[in-house]
């Protein structure tokens, strides 16, 4: 429990939300700005900042919980489609530093765009391969 967390307050029952689904590791509950409805939220019920804190078994764990929270929206809210996201860091959108993953239910025509893909110049991506590959 993190005293300044407003996600751990959630999971600790200090500040109400709308829990859909809780395991012994996982916790997920409606995001309060939704997307569309039913755009909901996935933390580890220990805090950890962002996906570069969280253990890796925890961070499977709340993977395994976005998919049976996608499967949900799916078959309850008739989605048409998912997308997931998690923010980590400021400069990538992170404003609650509890790790959460985004599982957001899509509709046909819903106005939302999909992020548009540069492109490589000549030989870069190879570069970047050579730099980043394991
Ligand atoms: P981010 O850190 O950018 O992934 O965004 C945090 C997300 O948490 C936003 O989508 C907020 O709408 C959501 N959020 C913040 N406070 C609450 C709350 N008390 N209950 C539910 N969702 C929240
Ligand atoms: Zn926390």
New binding site residues.
């Given amino acids: 429990m993190n005293e300044n967390c ?2 751990c307050k ?1 999971i600790n029952g200090d ?4 829990m859909i689904y809780q395991d012994e590791e996982t916790f997920a ?6 997307i569309n409805d039913g ?1 909901t ?1 996935i933390i580890p019920k220990h805090h950890h900042e962002n996906i570069f804190s969280t253990p890796s078994d925890i961070f499977a764990k709340m993977a395994i919980t976005a998919q049976k929270i996608a499967k949900r929206q799916k078959e309850i809210l008739g989605a048409d489609g998912i997308n997931i ?3 980590n860091e400021p400069d990538a ?5 509890h790790a ?1 993953i ?1 599982v957001m239910p899509r509709f046909k025509n819903d106005g939302y765009d999909l992020w548009k893909g540069k492109t490589y110049k000549e030989g870069e991506i190879e570069k970047i391969q050579n730099k980043l590959k394991f």
Avoid: K, S
């Fill in positions: 407003i996600f959630i500040i109400p939300c709308a509950f409606l995001d309060i700005n939704p755009h939220l996201g998690m923010n959108g992170q404003v609650v530093f959460h985004h």
